[in-house]
Antibody
Framework: QLHLQESGPGLVKPSETVSLTCTVS??????????WGWIRQPPGKGLEWIGT???????YYNPSLTSRVTVSVDTPKNQLSLKLTSVTAADTAVYYC????????WGQGTLVTVSS | QSVLTQPPSASGTPGQRVTISCSGS????????VNWYQQLPGTAPKLLIY???QRPSGVPDRFSGSKSGTSASLAISGLQSEDEADYYC???????????FGTGTKVTVL
């Protein structure tokens, strides 16, 4: 059973870059056929897919975020990371990492607030 | 704005059957299967149905999914109080090259 845990700053200033890390335990992030991604949820709103890194190495991003987002996998550390640049208040959300064949496994989420 | 449309709310009394729809377009659903996620209050989403109709281990058989053409549905039979949650459909959109979530449906047990 995989366990995912997000970590990162809770508060970020507008225009800055937010970097989040997801540590995977109970299995290898390089498991064949698995893919890993980030999803966010603004307060009181629905789920928004951010991006996914496939086991093949290819990465896909939400078209609305592609110019500002990078999702990458650090195999030796068994970690998934997210980098989102030029943040605004609209980026305030709970950020989840998820993985598996169909996002079978989710982290508990970490709240990122964008405020000066 | 999501390309998968769900009703904002659904409700039923304990024991009743509730159905949630998820409508898209051929460019979204196409030949791709649909997944459903359940999000209990204050918790992370949980995979409920994958490949349109399959249940992960541990998910009660009260939950069932189906897909036909450009729409999908989730049915909850024998509704229980612990089923009160938000439910989201999701699929890979070939036209957007993106994973898209539905707008979400809040299920209330009366």
């Amino acid at each position: 059973q995989l366990h995912l845990q997000e970590s990162g700053p809770g508060l970020v200033k507008p225009s800055e870059t937010v970097s989040l890390t997801c540590t995977v335990s109970g299995g290898s992030i390089s498991s064949s056929s698995y893919y890993w991604g980030w999803i966010r949820q603004p307060p009181g709103k629905g789920l928004e897919w951010i991006g996914t890194n496939y086991y093949s190495g290819r990465t896909y991003y939400n078209p609305s975020l592609t110019s500002r987002v990078t999702v990458s996998v650090d195999t030796p550390k068994n970690q998934l990371s997210l980098k989102l640049t030029s943040v605004t208040a609209a980026d305030t959300a709970v950020y989840y990492c998820a993985g598996g064949y169909t996002f079978d496994y989710w982290g508990q989420g970490t709240l990122v607030t964008v405020s000066s | 704005q999501s390309v998968l449309t769900q009703p904002p709310s659904a409700s039923g009394t304990p024991g009743q059957r509730v159905t949630i729809s998820c409508s898209g377009s051929i460019s979204n659903f196409g030949s791709n299967s649909v997944n459903w996620y359940q999000q209990l209050p204050g918790t992370a989403p949980k995979l409920l149905i994958y490949n349109s109709h399959q249940r992960p281990s541990g998910v009660p058989d009260r939950f069932s999914g189906s897909k036909s053409g450009t729409s999908a549905s989730l049915a909850i039979s024998g509704l229980q109080s612990e089923d009160e949650a938000d439910y989201y459909c999701a699929t890979w959109s070939d036209s957007l090259s993106a994973y898209v979530f539905g707008t979400g449906t809040k299920v209330t047990v009366l």
